[in-house]
């Protein structure tokens, strides 16, 4: 069994999230060059941007080690060990279906009707075997070059190596519920320059 840990972030997402984060800066840089007075009550507002944006788009993750899965999302983080995961699906983002419930991935939605209908041939081909369905059949969110497809893989790939090994022949649970771990820096920081936005715009 690999017991190396992969990281799955969109490549998307984090060009997103630069782009934003520049935009800011240099909306905030040149407007404080050329006007301070008036561009200093939006400070706030374009920190609360590009906080938002890093957040949203470059933080999210989907973590997969020996133990288990990470789902890094926007204000938390859940980690699930391969015990607790009965079902690996991506009706609309990668959603692992486990004995604690059911828990989505921020990094990994599934792909727009429009993204399922530019599917080119080989995108369903050489995907894990617990992919395919009767007839081997493929969901449009298991896609290869999906957000969801790609995440979805990566999962799949482990959880056969973790499953084949024999380490779920007889599944046993450490914990009553999955650890999450909340983004208190994140959550406050949003929340301040929120309000600093709203003071600073109103007053």
Same mark, same amino acid.
């Given at each position: 069994?690999?017991?190396?840990?992969?990281?799955?972030?969109?490549?998307?997402?984090?060009?997103?999230?630069?782009?934003?984060?520049?935009?800011?800066?240099?909306?905030?840089?040149?407007?404080?060059?050329?006007?301070?007075?008036?561009?200093?009550?939006?400070?706030?507002?374009?920190?609360?941007?590009?906080?938002?944006?890093?957040?949203?788009?470059?933080?999210?993750?989907?973590?997969?080690?020996?133990?288990?899965?990470?789902?890094?999302?926007?204000?938390? /983080?859940?980690?699930?060990?391969?015990?607790?995961?009965?079902?690996?699906?991506?009706?609309?983002?990668?959603?692992?279906? /486990?004995?604690?419930?059911?828990?989505? !991935?921020?990094?990994?939605?599934?792909?727009?009707?429009?993204?399922?209908?530019? !599917?080119?041939?080989?995108?369903?081909?050489?995907?894990?075997?617990?992919?395919?369905?009767?007839?081997?059949?493929? %969901?449009?969110?298991?896609?290869?070059?999906?957000?969801?497809?790609?995440?979805?893989?990566?999962? %799949?790939?482990?959880?056969?190596?973790?499953?084949?090994?024999?380490?779920?022949?007889?599944?046993?649970?450490?914990?009553?519920?999955?650890?999450?771990?909340?983004?208190?820096?994140?959550?406050?920081?949003?929340?301040?320059?929120?309000?600093?936005?709203?003071?600073?715009?109103?007053?």
């Amino acid at each position: 069994m690999v017991a190396d840990v992969v990281e799955y972030r969109p490549g998307f997402g984090r060009g997103l999230a630069v782009v934003v984060v520049v935009l800011c800066l240099v909306g905030a840089v040149s407007g404080l060059l050329t006007d301070a007075g008036t561009t200093l009550p939006y400070l706030p507002l374009l920190a609360l941007i590009a906080v938002g944006a890093w957040a949203a788009y470059w933080r999210p993750a989907v973590v997969v080690t020996p133990a288990g899965v990470e789902l890094r999302n926007v204000l938390r /983080t859940v980690e699930i060990p391969w015990p607790a995961v009965q079902e690996i699906g991506t009706q609309y983002a990668l959603t692992l279906r /486990t004995a604690y419930g059911s828990y989505a !991935a921020w990094a990994a939605p599934a792909p727009s009707a429009v993204r399922t209908g530019r !599917a080119q041939a080989g995108d369903d081909k050489h995907l894990p075997s617990s992919t395919y369905g009767p007839g081997g059949s493929v %969901r449009p969110g298991d896609l290869a070059r999906t957000g969801s497809g790609e995440a979805a893989a990566i999962v %799949r790939h482990r959880w056969e190596q973790v499953r084949d090994a024999g380490l779920l022949d007889d599944p046993r649970l450490e914990h009553e519920r999955p650890r999450v771990r909340w983004h208190t820096g994140t959550i406050a920081a949003t929340a301040v320059l929120l309000v600093a936005s709203v003071v600073a715009l109103v007053l």
